[in-house]
């Protein structure tokens, strides 16, 4: 069965200090990672796609990473905006669309 | 513009009612997704259209009905729906296998149910 699962549920960070959220996955056919930024009350903020392993992307502060088994987001000097839920998906499945599996999350809170 | 739009922002409504959520999106995207979401939960797949036809459908109940007029634009028809379908209703879209190597799915804001 396909399985994504995230750590760790809930990380709290002092403003500026570095660290990472794991995404790992056993999935029968992979498409492609996503990595998503949810604040409460909204809908997904797409970041990164992943589709091969060695594939790196960045966006400012965030780095994402992908391995044959998981996935990484880095978070560098981390500021008190990037407070909200990383959400991590994996796309598996034949046909035009496939399917979104989505791990349940990290919950990131910066303090100042 | 990755901008996925969805009417109402909020919807309150009682178990007899009969209500539509709305979605549109302009990327040229072919498939549109319907998830729901509950309170510190992921969201969870409920439908796609590819094409403007239903190609998926996550064993939804009846209650709910999908409708994809056109490729711009994806319905979600309630009725009798009970109060644990009180949620946020997310829509997707993204581009297919056959129109792009890229299949990232962006979202509307959402839909905050509310059933009475």
């Known amino acids: 069965e396909d399985q994504v699962t995230q750590s760790p549920e809930a990380l709290r960070l002092q403003e500026g200090e570095s660290s990472s959220l794991n995404c790992s996955y056993t999935?029968?056919?992979?498409?492609?990672l996503f990595w998503y930024r949810q604040d409460p009350g909204k809908g997904p903020e797409f970041l990164f796609t992943l589709y091969s392993a060695g594939e790196e992307k960045e966006k400012e502060r965030l780095k994402a990473t992908l391995t044959k088994k998981e996935s990484f987001l880095h978070i560098t000097a981390p500021k008190p905006e990037d407070s909200a839920t990383y959400l991590c998906a994996v796309l598996t499945g034949s046909g035009n669309t496939g399917k979104l599996i989505f791990g349940q999350g990290t919950t990131l809170q910066v303090k100042p | 513009d990755t901008e996925v739009t969805q009417t109402p922002k909020h919807l309150v409504m009682g178990m007899t009612n009969k209500k539509s959520l709305k979605c549109e999106q302009h990327m040229g995207h072919r498939a549109m997704y319907w998830y729901k979401q509950k309170a510190k939960k992921p969201p969870e797949l409920m439908f796609v259209?590819?094409?403007?036809?239903?190609?998926i459908n996550e064993s939804v109940p009846s209650r709910f009905s999908p409708e994809c007029p056109n490729s711009s634009l994806l319905n979600l028809h309630l009725h009798a729906l009970q109060p644990e379908d009180s949620a946020l209703y997310l829509c997707a879209s993204s581009h297919t296998r056959s129109t792009s190597g890229k299949y990232e799915q962006y979202f509307g804001p959402g839909t905050r149910l509310t059933v009475t």
């Open positions: 999935v029968s056919g992979l498409r492609g």
């Open positions: 259209y590819s094409y403007e036809k239903l190609s």
